[in-house]
């Protein structure tokens, strides 16, 4: 039986929604907005959600902050920089860039859930700087070589 993780929540405002798992075997804790009003976004718009907590990751961990498939297939809407890092030592508010793919505008209220956070282990490296290295199949190929139809 494996122990589990620890995640330390400090809400930033009273109203905001702490981050939970939508289901047993979900991945992300659902992520949701913290807003004094409704906020709307159009096509093209690019926006900092706030969501008015902020956390303290366990040591060695990252915070991924993800899309919601649903808020993506149904508006649009997507985190920018997807998925967005959250560094072990960052302690201010999370914040979620979104963009807004869509064709009409959507408006998000206070409560709304917006992303998603994937807490998963990190591995930190030494650099080793080196004159060449080790030969591969695949070599200098790029994007794209490994697909099909490669010619």
């Known amino acids: 039986m494996s122990t589990m993780e620890r995640l330390r929540i400090q809400r930033l405002r009273e109203d905001a929604t702490l981050p939970v798992y939508a289901t047993e075997g979900a991945a992300g804790l659902d992520l949701s907005a913290a807003l004094d ?3 709307e976004l ?3 718009d690019v926006v ?3 969501t008015g907590l902020a956390i303290a990751l366990p040591p060695g961990h990252e915070g991924q902050v993800r899309p919601r ?3 993506a297939a149904r508006h649009g809407i997507t985190v920018l920089n997807a998925p967005g890092t959250i560094d072990e030592d960052y302690r201010g508010e ?3 860039i ?3 793919h869509g064709r009409e505008p959507h408006v998000i209220r206070h409560g709304d859930r917006i992303a998603q956070l994937v807490v998963a282990p990190v591995t930190r490296v030494a650099i080793d700087v080196v004159d060449a290295l080790d030969a591969t199949a695949r070599g200098e190929g790029g994007f794209g070589s490994t697909g099909l ?3």
Do not use: C, D, N
């Open 48 to 50: 900092r959600v706030p």
């Open 42 to 44: 159009r096509p093209g």
């Open 69 to 71: 498939s649903g808020l």
């Open 98 to 100: 979104l963009v807004h």
């Open 149 to 151: 139809g490669r010619r």
């Open 37 to 39: 009003a409704p906020l």
């Open 94 to 96: 999370l914040q979620v």
